[in-house]
């Protein structure tokens, strides 16, 4: 059973940036492949980004690609989203997942094993 947990979420102005965290249990963090999601109120889960197990390949959506980045670092249990630009509509939960397999990144919810608790994230005008 893998455990994770985001924080670095808060409150910032449109055009600012937040770093998020998401901390993994386990030691066989680097063999998944892990993925950022997002929901707001009323909409469904949104992928946001994945990234491979040796965090070589990386895989955006298309409402943050050149905003977001994906990183991690498989000393540190840790897998990171730093988003800049921030837009008012990327006001949202986010949470980290993991996939066991790692074979290939994917945007489906679905397709992952472990989910943390979500960070609120807001991005006000």
């Known amino acids: 059973q893998v455990q994770l947990g985001e924080s670095g979420g808060g409150l910032v102005q449109a055009g600012g940036s937040l770093r998020l965290s998401c901390a993994a249990s386990?030691?066989?963090?680097?063999?998944?492949?892990m993925g950022w999601f997002r929901q707001a109120p009323g909409k469904e889960r949104e992928f946001v980004s994945a990234?491979?197990?040796?965090?070589?390949?990386?895989y955006y959506g298309d409402s943050v690609k050149g905003r977001f980045t994906i990183s991690r670092d498989n000393a540190k249990n840790t897998v990171f989203l730093q988003m800049n630009s921030l837009k008012p509509e990327d006001t949202a939960v986010y949470y980290c997942?993991?996939?066991?397999?790692?074979?290939?990144?994917?945007?489906?919810?679905?397709?992952?094993?472990?989910w943390g608790q979500g960070t609120q994230v807001t991005v006000s005008l």
């Open positions: 997942a993991a996939d066991r397999t790692g074979y290939s990144l994917t945007r489906e919810p679905g397709e992952y094993d472990y």
């Open positions: 386990g030691r066989l963090f680097s063999v998944y492949a």
């Open positions: 990234i491979s197990g040796s965090g070589i390949r990386t």
